[in-house]
């Protein structure tokens, strides 16, 4: 149990396109989901917390405008990278938390995460 | 935001047992203390969490003092898979938000 899905698993994009990243809990339901990028030998950097049917919630320093995030429904959301440009490369990866009862509480369920590079 | 420090890296060989241990002295009241396990190019995996004392299950044991302001993994006899970076994470819980930082990890190299 508590699977979470992320898709696509690699994308390579031409500078200035939007790209879209799914991430599914595929088992359970998502009170909330959480965006996280990493750069290569780094740790992981929370980008946003959103939960379902609510506006999401970004860190310091991470433009809204430019990762769009929506959380529609208690098991998918997305992260859309819009205007990518070379600098957006990196690993991103989401998590999901659930209902305490359904799944462990307080415990994140990752998902593979999308390796995205931009050209 | 509870900040965690954890050694950067450790050696060790097949078949020892393995101890990393994280520090969190400004941990609140309500947190919780989180394992997961990272191999190149995936997510992270959920090892094991615990509040207080210690806690055990089929891969390792988490010990947390009185205090709460560290707590230690322990991998009992590690083979080459489980090299790894690990991460030690200390949840807050604002509101509806929830404020979560994980510290630079520990890269496990297990050798043969």
């Known amino acids: 149990g508590a699977v979470v899905s992320q898709h696509p698993s690699r994308v390579i994009c031409k500078s200035g396109t939007s790209v879209k990243i799914e991430c599914r809990s595929l088992?359970?339901?998502?009170?909330?989901m959480f965006w996280y990028r990493q750069f290569p030998k780094q740790s992981l950097m929370l980008m946003a917390t959103s939960n379902e049917g609510s506006k999401a919630t970004y860190e310091q320093g991470v433009e809204k405008d430019k990762f769009l995030i929506n959380h529609a429904s208690l098991t998918l959301s997305t992260l859309t990278v819009t205007s990518a440009h070379p600098e957006d490369s990196s690993f991103y990866i989401c998590?999901?938390?659930?209902?305490?009862?359904?799944?462990?509480?307080?415990?994140?369920?990752f998902g593979a995460g999308t390796r995205l590079s931009v050209l | 935001l509870a900040k965690t420090t954890q050694p950067i890296s450790m050696d060790s060989y097949e078949g020892q047992e393995v101890n990393i241990t994280c520090s969190h002295n400004?941990?609140?009241?309500?947190?919780?203390i989180t394992w997961y396990q990272q191999f190149p190019s995936q997510g992270p995996r959920f090892i094991i969490q615990?509040?207080?004392t210690k806690v055990t299950n089929e891969v390792a044991s988490l010990f947390i003092p009185a205090d709460r302001k560290s707590s230690t993994l322990s991998l009992p006899r590690v083979s080459l898979s489980d090299t790894a970076v690990y991460y030690c994470l200390v949840g807050e819980k604002a509101g509806s938000a929830r404020q979560l930082t994980f510290g630079s990890g520990t890269q496990l190299t297990v050798l043969p």
């Open positions: 400004n941990i609140a009241t309500n947190d919780y």
């Open positions: 615990g509040y207080k």
């Open positions: 088992d359970f339901q998502a009170t909330t």
């Open positions: 998590s999901a938390e659930g209902l305490a009862g359904a799944v462990a509480k307080n415990i994140q369920y």
